[in-house]
Nanobody, 115 residues
Framework: QVQLVESGGGLVQSGGSLRLSCAASGSISTFSDMGWYRQRPGKQRELVAT???????TYADSVQGRFTISKDNAKIMVYLQMSFLEPEDTAVYYC?????????WGQGTQVTVSS
């Protein structure tokens, strides 16, 4: 089994920054993809950013240029540096990891951006 544990969420003012971290543990040490999704109030869960094992990165258009995803393969961690945060970024952020046909999710961490 695999556990993904997020940390780093919280309350921040518009224009501020936060860094999310996700630590993976369990029976799998290598994932083909790791990333971040979010679910804004009243909306469906959406992709924020992903990074493949080879280092290919994909960002949602809404966060391009403001958010940066990175990972530490040795620690099996993925990070999301969020800058120039806007109230529209308020959401529960979920860590995601893919290994072959299996997808794993963290429990989510709340990010609230006040105007």
């Amino acid at each position: 089994q695999v556990q993904l544990v997020e940390s780093g969420g919280g309350l921040v003012q518009s224009g501020g920054s936060l860094r999310l971290s996700c630590a993976a543990s369990g029976s799998i040490s290598t994932f083909s993809d790791m990333g971040w999704y979010r679910q804004r109030p009243g909306k469906q869960r959406e992709l924020v950013a992903t990074i493949t094992n080879a280092g290919k990165i994909t960002y949602a258009d809404s966060v391009q240029g403001r958010f940066t995803i990175s990972k530490d393969n040795a620690k099996i961690m993925v990070y999301l540096q969020m800058s120039f945060l806007e109230p529209e970024d308020t959401a529960v952020y979920y860590c995601n990891a893919v290994s072959w046909w299996r997808t794993f999710w963290g429990q989510g961490t709340q990010v609230t951006v006040s105007s």
